[in-house]
């Protein structure tokens, strides 16, 4: 793996584990592993992007990375049937790299970095966590049941102020 590509992966890793705001995205599974994951979080789409374009010509063996792992050595090695491509092979887009690794752990966001409507995976910590105004609007929305109604208005808004 390219360690331009690798950084995605260990700055995901540390928004997966270490991050407040993904409480409204937080589900019950029951899974030998775990109780819990997220599913369809927003994740603005520069940096779905980013991670696509540094991990293209990276190689993997699996288009999804929740499952199917050989994990009889301890760690987890590739299916003795799975071919080893490029990360482009297997994600031919930047919404399938995004949406399709970790079984719909993300959704990408037509919102950009900054808009307060989508979870940023990079951000500088010294000017405060955008990811918070981004958790609050979708926990109220949730709390409201108006989610995809207040969804569809501001994208329907946001395609309007562009004309």
């Known amino acids: 793996m390219e360690p331009a590509c690798k950084r995605h992966f260990i700055q995901d890793t540390c928004l997966y584990?270490?991050?407040?705001?993904?409480?409204?995205?937080?589900?019950q599974v029951n899974d030998s592993w775990r109780r819990e994951r997220f599913r369809n979080v927003p994740l603005c789409k520069e940096d779905?992007?980013?991670?696509?374009?540094?991990?293209?010509?990276?190689?993997?063996?699996?288009?999804d990375w929740h499952k199917g792992w050989n994990w009889t050595s301890g760690s987890n090695k590739c299916p003795a049937e799975a071919v080893c491509r490029t990360f482009e092979s297997y994600f031919p887009t930047p919404a399938a790299l995004c949406e399709g690794l970790w079984s719909h752990s993300y959704q990408v966001s037509q919102y950009s970095r900054g808009s307060g409507r989508c979870i940023q995976m990079w951000f500088e910590p010294a000017q405060g966590n955008p990811?918070?105004?981004?958790?609050?609007?979708?926990?109220?929305?949730?709390?409201h049941g108006i989610g995809p109604l207040l969804l569809s208005l501001g994208l329907m808004l946001q395609l309007w102020l562009l004309d």
């Not at 584990?17 to 589900?27: A, D, R, T, V």
Request: net charge negative; with cysteine; glycine share 2%.
């Open 131 to 143: 990811n918070e105004e981004v958790a609050r609007f979708y926990a109220l929305a949730m709390l």
């Open 17 to 27: 584990e270490c991050s407040p705001n993904l409480g409204p995205w937080i589900q």
């Open 48 to 63: 779905c992007e980013s991670w696509w374009e540094d991990c293209r010509t990276s190689y993997t063996c699996k288009s």
